[in-house]
């Protein structure tokens, strides 16, 4: 009988053992215990590629040639093309002038027409490839052409500076301001000559 019960108790006490370690298994451990250890297993990388930033192209903005039509319409883009490398601080201005004013013809036209006769009066600049243009907004006008081949760049700035011409630019109440020469494409010389009624 005593050997009975011991066997009885010993296999309880496996039983009990078994369950302990059962139920020992099973408890989640607490991230917080000081004697836990986290093992994370991260994909290995073997090579970052450098960042590409990737952005649209800007959208070409046409810069207007002039606010007023009718300016637009007048001015020689290709003589000014032709100096906007030599251009200088004052001669950006007075673009400036031409591009946002508007144009009173009242008051232009007869202007335009007494400044394009005192031009035509000097040789170098009458009968050129293009005549001499003149274009006048609300406080600047200006004065573009193409002189004849043959014609060198300081003989036309030597004109531009006619002392005839630009008295009577004065009598018209213009003072005269930057001139700028430049070799064309198609072998003239160009020029632009601005004029302003408010130095």
């Not at 590409?52 to 001015?75: F, K, L, N, S, Y």
């Not at 003149?134 to 600047?140: A, E, M, S």
């Amino acid at each position: 009988m005593e050997r009975a019960s011991r066997r009885i108790g010993g296999l309880a006490g496996l039983c009990v053992i078994g369950a302990a370690l059962c139920w020992w298994s099973l408890m989640p451990v607490s991230p917080s215990s000081p004697d836990s250890i986290a093992i994370v297993h991260a994909p290995t990388i073997e090579h970052i590629a450098e960042p590409v930033i990737v952005a649209a192209a800007p959208t070409p903005v046409p810069t207007p040639r002039a606010v007023d039509p009718v300016v637009a319409e007048r001015r020689d883009v290709a003589v000014l093309a032709a100096v906007a490398e030599k251009r200088s601080p004052d001669d950006v201005v007075l673009d400036g002038a031409m591009q946002r004013e508007a144009r009173d013809p009242a008051r232009a036209e007869p202007t335009e027409a007494a400044m394009r006769a005192a031009l035509l009066r000097v040789p170098a600049l009458s009968g050129g490839k293009e005549p001499p243009r003149v274009l006048c907004v609300g406080t600047t006008c200006e004065v573009t052409g193409v002189a004849a081949e043959g014609r060198s760049p300081a003989e036309i700035e030597q004109a531009l500076r006619d002392p005839t011409m630009l008295h009577a630019m004065v009598a018209r109440g213009y003072m005269p301001g930057p001139a700028t020469v430049a070799a064309t494409g198609g072998g003239g010389v160009g020029y632009v000559l601005y004029l302003n009624n408010e130095m």
